[in-house]
């Protein structure tokens, strides 16, 4: 259980869903956690809360990852009460499922700014402030493969995260390690709202378990990636959807 013991780990959207999992079990491994949110403030709390009453320690830090001056903030306050960061993972996200003939330019700025340009804010931060020997984790998506109708913008983002993560892993230096995750369709407030009961049906039997993924099923994949077990891995994407692509 002390696997990342005294590690210092940033989750970014850690408030709800896949972060929020993500969060709570570092911190049972011995992690030390900021719990990130951009407007989720209630949410953050509770996942706070959670960690405390495991034992753990946490601070909750509010920043829109899209905006470089709360990026900024968000780092020089996780080193200000933790005197580090080992491990940056880039969680945060958001989604819309529309065709592409019916996506907004605001559809496409929101997608694209929190998605890639999020990361790219994160990354610039973690490029002198993330201690030697850390470890970064990019969330990614598997309909980058999946070629699924609506989500050309959403399979965009997730496709320039991808390689911004193989480049990004050959430049850092400093014996830090930055790969991606790719789950699949997991059962999340973002990926269950607007589809029908037919269309999780459908994306359940696409896969060898004939289910949708828990958070907790990619939570245990982070923790193999940010713990040192992980570090002769690096630039990949790993790909967590029980076979589905």
């Not at 020089?76 to 960061?85: A, L, P, Q, T």
């Not at 029908?196 to 923790?223: G, Y």
């Amino acid at each position: 259980m002390n696997k990342l013991k005294d590690k210092v780990i940033i989750v970014t959207g850690s408030s709800k869903g896949i972060g929020k999992e993500v969060a709570i079990l570092l911190a049972k491994n011995g992690a030390k956690i900021v719990v990130n949110h951009s407007n989720s403030e209630q949410e953050a709390n509770e996942t706070a809360a959670i960690i405390k009453k495991n034992g753990g320690e946490v601070i909750v830090v509010k920043a829109d990852v899209s905006d470089k001056k709360s990026v900024t903030a968000l780092f020089d306050k996780c080193i200000e009460v933790f005197g580090k960061i080992d491990v940056l993972i880039n969680n945060a996200g958001t989604m819309i499922s529309k065709k592409l003939k019916d996506n907004s330019e605001k559809d496409f700025d929101i997608q694209f700014n929190v998605n890639v340009k999020g990361i790219f804010n994160t990354l610039q931060e973690a490029d002198s402030k993330l201690a030697d020997n850390g470890i970064i984790i990019n969330f990614s998506s598997s309909t980058t493969k999946l070629m699924l109708p609506t989500y050309a913008l959403y399979s965009a983002t997730k496709a320039a995260v991808e390689q911004i993560t193989r480049v990004f892993a050959k430049e850092i230096g400093r014996g830090i390690s930055v790969n991606a995750i790719a789950p699949g369709a997991t059962e999340t407030e973002l990926f269950l709202t607007g589809k029908s009961e037919e269309q999780i049906n459908k994306l359940s039997s696409m896969n060898a378990f004939n289910r949708l993924a828990k958070p907790i099923d990619i939570a245990k994949v982070v923790l193999f990636m940010a713990s040192d077990d992980s570090k002769w891995i690096s630039g990949q994407v790993i790909g967590a959807n029980g076979a589905l692509v």
